[in-house]
């Protein structure tokens, strides 16, 4: 008896704890950087390498490209078939220029299989809403701006040379203006 | 008094029983209450793991893995790239091989809580399987940290870990110990004095430790008989031979004493967590590995402590990229056997507290 | 140790350079195999062992078919050897024959020895085991069904993770996935 009296008394201890659930559809779950989610996808950034396609377990990847006018590999098609996608990781893993990366979307439900078929479009869509679109834009116009401030700041000193002025107040202006 | 006995009865469980953890059927012959012979029907979720495989690269499989005994994917993972190393005789860095056991420890306590929770919810106490589940999450969160996933991690290549510990969770590791030793002091004050618990499992199910060979049953089916077997300690694997713990073992082999296993086990694995933590060295996590792995000719076999028991990778090979053959032994394919010669005799109502203490998962007997 | 000689696509036994100095594991574990087969065939007649090697580290005998129960309950059964636990069973289905390989532990002694032994891949039957060691029931049944070696003396001897109806055995290196497509009313779906 003495158990079970003892075991009741953890039971009620928790009665004072806060509570661990989440409210999942409402509040979202916060994943760690690492998150292995559904695929985004940079058109732009991929070279048609197919080592993602090679690499991965299921063959779940399909591409194509072609060559464009500069003699420069060009995406023209690529699919994830995510019914059989098990989310390894391994394809990000190989892509020598993070053209594929993976997201913290976690959603997939659909109501048929056809909706599962993932092309390139969606994936991009992906990227902007849930992947790293804001992170890369930010980060490039980041380096515009530092490569306009240093322009700037080169012609600031050319001119100074020119006329012997200070090109304190111009580069000033240009960090300013980040923000 | 005498047993009356009356028409036998054939009575079909699962396969979709929710105390069978998973798609198991078990066909049971009953004379009245007493269970006269038990056939166990396994398969329904065969996959072909060991046939994919063989056109599979070896760093291919690895996410394979993942799915055989998924509440301790690291363990498989550990198992399978274990084996190639073995055969490549390759050297893995330090760093890596202590993340290696950190995280593996780490999973055979989630995945023994695990079994604390889903027993005690096979002989009807629902509160113990919720409350593991908070524990749980804590060491699945630190996963989800380390390799980016909840349950199939696909953290462990030929040579050592796919990414290094991020910053500050090694001290999340360090505050999770002493958590866990208070919370498992927790369940002990909930579950082990439990006199409906323990007369429902003392004396249960008894194996004898001839049977336990006899039958290759591994773990802590064959621990709980007596038999200081740890597959750690016997023939240490990686670095387990630099950590100090004991092995456990029981005393009577019964349902209880598998239970009480597992439960000391986790605190065992918390020494080990806590020592390797103090001496992680700092350094790379993945060695030196051609970029192509290829498996010199030959046969190759090893095989670990799994959470289950012993987890072994047979690997054939014929010198190429892929395996000629692979073979998975699965320790709970194997403890399962015994199942059947447990069963008979017993009352129905005994049944699933005895299945369930076997601790099979079904995706790693099927395979 | 007996060098064989295998079809140039199945995997040699072991990997034995004569280039590179023999590693002292492998040679140790070759004697201590030999010793073992002087064992046995002091029992069982000069024919029981067919071949001694080492598979990597592991001490390697191999038997003849016939001989495969009694060999395996002698090493079981006897003082000097004591092998009483099955690690491991697996079946190779190797173009030729099919060999089926189990990985024997002694408690007693903590030692690993590997033993096989083969069949031809047509009407591929050997002893079964599982009156020596009740453990490999499944093992057997799983190599019955998946490669296809009729184990004689073997309890309940059923296809384990296939169904009944299921042609052919999925693991042998010949098996077509269209031996089983499923079908709907006669037609394939």
């Known amino acids: 008896m003495f158990g079970i009296l003892k075991g009741l008394g953890v039971t009620f201890g928790q009665l004072t704890k806060k509570k661990v659930t989440l409210q999942y559809p409402e509040v979202k779950p916060v994943w760690p950087e690492r998150f292995r989610g559904i695929h985004e996808f940079i058109p732009e950034l991929c070279i048609v390498c197919n080592q993602c396609a090679r690499i991965c377990p299921t063959s779940c990847i399909s591409l194509s490209g072609s060559r464009d006018a500069n003699k420069k590999m060009r995406i023209d098609t690529y699919d994830i078939n995510f019914e059989i996608c098990i989310l390894c990781d391994l394809c990000v893993e190989v892509c020598p220029t993070e053209a594929i990366r993976m997201t913290d979307q976690f959603e997939l439900a659909a109501y048929s299989r056809e909706e599962f078929y993932k092309d390139m479009h969606w994936l991009y869509d992906n990227h902007k809403e849930h992947g790293t679109y804001h992170a890369l834009q930010e980060a490039k116009e980041q380096a515009a701006k530092e490569q306009a401030a240093k322009e700037q700041a080169a012609k600031e000193a050319g001119a100074k040379e020119q006329a012997g002025r200070e090109p304190v107040a111009a580069s000033e202006a240009a960090t300013g203006g980040e923000t | ?367 | 140790m007996s060098e064989e000689k295998k079809p140039a696509a199945a995997p040699a036994a072991k990997p034995a350079k004569a280039a590179a100095p023999p590693d002292p594991r492998v040679v140790a574990a070759t004697a201590l195999a030999d010793e073992i087969r002087a064992s046995i065939e002091a029992r069982h007649g000069a024919g029981a062992v067919e071949e001694t090697g080492a598979a990597k580290t592991i001490p390697m005998i191999r038997i003849a078919p016939d001989k495969w129960r009694d060999v395996v309950t002698f090493l079981r059964d006897s003082e000097d050897h004591r092998y009483d636990y099955v690690e491991l069973m697996a079946g190779t289905d190797y173009k030729d024959y099919i060999e089926l390989v189990i990985y024997l532990y002694s408690m007693k002694r903590d030692a690993y020895i590997t033993v096989k032994t083969r069949t031809p891949r047509d009407a591929a039957s050997l002893p079964s085991l599982t009156p020596v060691f009740p453990g490999v029931n499944w093992e057997e049944r799983e190599v019955y069904d998946l490669l296809g070696v009729h184990f004689e003396g073997h309890p309940d001897l059923r296809r384990i993770m296939m169904w009944d109806e299921w042609k052919g055995y999925p693991l042998r290196k010949d098996y077509s996935d269209f031996d089983n497509i499923p079908t709907r009313g006669g037609e394939p779906r």
């Open chain 2, 1 to 367: 008094m005498e047993t009356l006995h009356s028409e036998e009865m054939i009575l079909n469980i699962g396969p979709q029983h929710p105390s069978t953890h998973g798609v198991f059927r078990l066909v049971v012959t009953i004379d009245g209450e007493q269970i006269v012979a038990a056939d166990p029907v396994v398969g329904y979720l065969h996959r072909g793991t060991e046939k994919l495989a063989e056109s599979l690269q070896y760093t291919q499989i690895i996410p394979y893995t993942d799915r055989l005994d998924y509440v301790a994917a690291m363990l498989n993972n550990y198992a399978l790239v274990h084996t190639v190393e073995y055969a490549m005789d390759l050297e893995i860095p330090e760093r890596a091989e202590y993340l290696r056991v950190i995280v593996m420890e780490l999973n055979r306590v989630a995945s023994h809580l695990l079994f604390v929770g889903a027993y005690l919810l096979d002989l009807g106490a629902m509160s113990p399987f919720l409350y593991v589940f908070q524990e749980r999450e804590m060491i699945v969160q630190l996963f989800n940290e380390i390799c980016g996933a909840r349950l199939t991690y696909n953290y462990m290549r030929v040579g050592g870990v796919k990414w290094d510990a991020p910053p500050g969770w090694l001290a999340k590791v360090r505050d999770f110990l002493p958590h866990m030793r208070e919370k498992l002091k927790m369940y002990d004050a909930l579950i082990s004095g439990n006199e409906i618990f323990l007369s429902r499992v003392r004396g249960m199910g008894v194996i004898t430790q001839e049977e336990a060979v006899a039958y290759s049953l591994s773990g802590i089916n064959l621990r709980s008989t007596g038999l200081r077997f740890d597959l750690r300690k016997k023939r240490p694997y990686g670095i387990y031979d630099k950590f100090a713990f004991d092995v456990v073992v029981g005393q009577n082999g019964d349902c209880f004493d598998r239970y009480w296993c597992h439960f000391l086990e986790m605190e065992q694995s918390l020494n080990i967590v806590e020592q390797a933590l103090e001496s992680i060295p700092d350094g790379p996590v993945l060695g030196k590995v051609p970029k192509l792995i290829r498996i010199p000719a030959g046969e190759y076999y090893t095989s670990i402590e799994g959470a289950r028991g012993e987890l072994g990778v047979y690997i054939v090979s014929d010198g190429k990229d892929k395996p000629y053959r692979m073979k998975l032994r699965r320790p709970s394919f194997v403890n399962l056997q015994i199942l059947s010669k447990l069963l008979i005799g017993q009352n129905m109502a005994n049944m699933i507290a005895i299945l369930g203490a076997v601790d099979i998962v079904l995706g790693e007997v099927d395979a």
